[in-house]
């Protein structure tokens, strides 16, 4: 069992690596965005990549899990599960991208962009390419190939940032500071009225690069579409569908609703500052996507094994003393994190701890939601999805117009901890796993408690202030090894057999 808890963790840090690093490389261009744009502008950015999201989740239809569970239960049939999986997917991106071509001056008027229809443009083929290279995506972690996902992923990100480090740093320096035949051939390329467009056209190149990369994993076998299998794969899919748009409503839909339930004058500027503010948290969302990436196809392989439940169980924990590091991690030292947004987009720092916490029972809710993926009651999440984004809109809408973006942070809180609530109940009577629920609890006290002392520290010198939040770090370790005498062993273990044994 702790084999393949290590194996486990092992391909969490690879996929992580791709993840993590480059996640955190996107999370750089924050600062940039911050300081080189103002909140209104930022709030654009924000919004339409909240409509990414849930665009997203459409057009892929279920389909990843999907190809997962059924490349693993028919074996024998990996070949035909990959391109019916492939084709479901394209086939629905073509027709969603042919249609936002076709009335693309339309949808940016209801969108108030009504002088920028090339922004629909832009992102149709962004998400008709990201849709699709899902399945391929897929296709590489459950063949367990992390270092290829990784360097494709790599080759991606490095190409947007490239890109949008020229176009936003680089070209308006070189048109100010540079001898007349730089500036005439920079003036060739560069149109300083695009603005954050030219985010938008750096994501829409990277997405291209990365589909580029990914055509041998496609074209390796040919492509076959079985109509017996698709219809038994979106049975399957279909509820799944549900809970991921209900999903990623909790995530994106506060962004959008914020725009059209602020005062039309303040609403983009506040969404600019909500965004930013929730790009701080992002880091507890790397590390739970990093995990995410390698736990599903984990979680399937050891299903039919003996004790599996144990091991899950063993595996929440662990996650979960995880986030709590990272919690504290930002939150005792969010002195220095501040930094990474402008000083116009500061003001709304009170609400990262709120995000954060929200964060870590969205990833105890994905551990928990195995069970419905596993057992094929995919059903169960959909409606679990469905009851949190009922909740989601419901707080936003009553207390958007009294509290601002501060709803919309207390919404996803009090979202996913009764999602999670649901998910553990009913999962219980289901496919029943010893979660150590008390003991995850007080871990979570613990990790509150101290972040609510160092609150209280007085001000302190810079140097002083950063060894006191360490302390507090290694105590919040010291009371973990104190709780869970699991832990301690396997820590002995280790460090027995490294550096004791010879």
Known sequence: MSNSIKRLAGQTAIYG???????????????????????????????????????????????????????????????????????????????????????RLDIAQLLRYPQHPEYIVWFAIIIGLDAVMAIPFARLRAENRPLKFAFIKFAGIATNISLVLFFVVACPWLLENGSPAVVKAVSNIYNPETGIGYVFIANLVASTVTALLLLPVILRNPVAFSPQLWK??????????????????????DKI?????????????????????????????????????????????????????????????????????????????????QYFIGRNFREGLDIVPILLMAHIFLGIYFNLSIWYKLTGQTHFGATIAVIGAGITIFINILFIPIIGYYASAWAHLVCYFLMTLISWYWGQKHYPVPYEIGRIFLFMAAALGIFALHSFLPDLPRVLQWLVSALMLLAYAGIVLALDKQIRETLFSLVKKRYIQP
């Open 257 to 337: 609703l914020l725009k059209y339930m602020l005062p039309e004058e303040t609403a983009m500027s506040q969404l600019g500052i909500y965004g930013a503010c929730y790009r701080v948290s992002v880091l507890m969302t790397i590390f739970i996507q990093a995990f995410r990436f390698a736990a599903e196809p984990f979680f399937f392989a050891e299903y039919q094994k003996e004790n599996a439940q144990i091991l899950y169980a063993r595996v929440m924990k662990v996650f979960v003393i995880a986030c709590l590091f990272i919690f504290l991690g930002i939150m005792l030292y969010m002195d220095i994190i």
């Open 232 to 253: 038994t794969m979106m049975l399957y899919a279909m509820p799944l569908l549900l809970a991921g748009l209900a999903g990623i409503l909790n995530e994106a839909l």
């Open 17 to 103: 690596v791709s993840n993590i690093v480059g996640r955190l490389l996107n999370y750089l261009l924050v600062p940039l965005y911050t300081n080189y744009f103002l909140p209104h502008e930022f709030g654009v950015i924000s919004e339409m990549y909240a409509y990414v999201a849930i665009l997203i989740v459409i057009l892929t239809h279920g389909m990843e899990t999907a190809f997962f569970r059924f490349a693993q239960q028919q074996a024998n049939e990996k070949t035909s599960v990959f391109s019916t999986s492939l084709l479901s997917v394209l086939f629905l991106a073509l027709v969603f991208v042919l249609v936002a071509l076709t009335f």
